[in-house]
């Protein structure tokens, strides 16, 4: 049987630094629904679902016989200079089901990356202006442009400046820095203050092309936003004539109970950009947005070779059919609210969980010092290990966030299975005994 470990250390030898934040000492050998298994034939319940990219499960039927069946037509032919079937049927399906009412058209892509590097070139493009604003904890991809509207990692920066010109992060309102006794409106007109600021001193409004968000920060630790906070943001928008953008590459496609993480805040995006799991882990992404912002740009302005490419556009299409036939957004919502009453009931019993939010199966649980209620890196460090031994994948956000985000297709008994995993952990941690 080969090993991890041997496998592991021939990689290390090839692989750079940057292509792995790692984790576990294991090889990815199979996956089924929540359970991933790795070469030595040790199963693990998959709580982190590929970073949100495989909501629908590791090898769904349906998914794996689109793909099959594609595969055995035509892999490749670029759709930069021929249409295919399955992009021209997933375009208009996107179209459907996006958040945007009226005409809309769609841009494809390889990752949620290059999607975001799209809004920033429609954007500019439509209004014709530069400046682009974005948010403080936002992760938006690692291509140039999408890494210079983030703003959630010094590694991201390290090096590799200088980034692309007429980005400007605001403060985001992350619930966490809400002041003692500070209510909630206090708390929306006090960041909406901060937010307006670079406008009121050096950032001219006529001159900003477009707002992005994530209106549900993932990276930044499973974050909502006030919605009255978001909806300010876009009222101001459209005083000045900016677009407003969201990317919904972690939190899109049932993630967080609603279809679209912004579907929480009854506000419309004009753009909109999505990955991750919309071809169940493929490589496909889409700019999606109004037809008039979406036609201003001509050809070859955004488009790469494989992007639409038949293979993953016949995944995603498997992949919307199954999110609507096995219910999974009403699923996420509904096993949401399970979650969220198991990590009440362990807040309640653990002072080291400093707080915790469960928007749909998209969780971030706070782990902090008791005393101090700081960030507590080490603490963090050992439960995701004990976890790791006690048979579950879960992972952390800014040092100290568990993430919990399992596969929309986990079963009752398995998300269970997972409390218990995680119950036993954090007991253990109570105790001094990790
Ligand atoms: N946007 C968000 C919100 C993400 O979480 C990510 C990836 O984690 C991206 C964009 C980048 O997507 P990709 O890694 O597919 O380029």
């Not at 530069?130 to 992760?139: C, E, K």
């Not at 499973?222 to 005083?239: L, M, Y």
């Amino acid at each position: 049987m080969v090993k991890n470990k041997e496998l592991l250390q021939m990689e290390d030898a090839s692989l750079s630094k940057t292509s792995r934040i790692k984790y576990f000492n294991i090889v990815i050998d199979s996956g089924q629904g929540a359970v991933i298994k790795d070469v030595e034939g040790h199963e693990y319940l998959d709580l982190l679902a590929s970073a949100s990219s495989t909501n629908t499960g590791h090898c769904h039927p349906r998914i794996v016989k689109a793909i099959q069946d594609q595969a055995a037509k035509i892999i490749q032919y670029t759709p930069a200079y021929f249409a295919n079937t399955p992009a021209a049927l997933l375009a208009q399906k996107l179209g459907e089901v996006a958040p945007i009412s009226g005409p809309v058209k769609v841009a494809w892509g390889n990752s949620g990356s290059d999607a975001n590097d799209g809004i920033i070139k429609f954007a500019r493009a439509y209004t014709g202006r530069q400046n682009i604003v974005s948010f403080m904890g936002a992760y938006h991809g690692s291509t140039y442009g999408s890494m210079s509207a983030s703003a959630v990692s010094l590694n991201m920066s390290r090096k590799i400046g200088p980034f692309l010109p007429g980005i400007v992060k605001v403060p985001y309102p992350d619930p966490w820095h809400r002041l003692p006794n500070e209510s909630e409106t206090d708390f929306v007109d006090r960041m909406f203050a901060a937010f307006l600021e670079p406008f009121q001193t050096y950032l001219p409004a006529e001159e900003t092309a477009v707002i992005m968000m994530e209106a549900i920060q993932g990276d930044g630790g499973i974050v909502k936003a006030p919605t009255a906070f978001v909806k300010k943001v876009v009222n101001f928008a459209h005083q000045h004539g900016i677009l407003f953008a969201v990317d919904e590459v972690n939190q899109g496609l049932g993630r967080s109970g609603k279809m679209w993480a912004i579907q929480h805040f009854a506000v419309e995006p004009d753009l909109m950009s999505v990955g991750k799991s919309l071809a169940s882990g493929l490589p496909l992404s889409a700019v999606v947005g109004r037809q008039k912002i979406m036609d201003s740009l001509a050809a070859p302005g955004h488009l790469f070779t494989t992007s639409g490419n038949p293979i993953t556009t016949a995944a995603a299409l498997a992949t919307l059919a199954v999110i609507k036939d096995e219910k999974l957004v009403e699923r996420s919502a509904k096993l949401g609210q399970v979650a969220a009453e198991f990590f009440e009931e362990q807040a309640k019993k653990h002072d080291f969980i400093g707080s915790w939010r469960m928007y749909g199966l998209d969780g971030g649980i706070d782990i902090v010092d008791p005393k101090s209620k700081k960030p507590d890196v080490v603490a963090t460090n050992k439960l995701i290990y004990r976890i790791f031994e006690l048979g579950a994948i879960i992972i952390s956000l800014r040092g100290n966030i568990l993430r919990f985000q399992p596969p929309l297709v986990i079963t009752k008994e398995q998300l269970h299975q997972a409390f218990a995993i995680l119950a036993q952990a954090f007991d253990e941690l109570a105790a001094g005994e990790l």
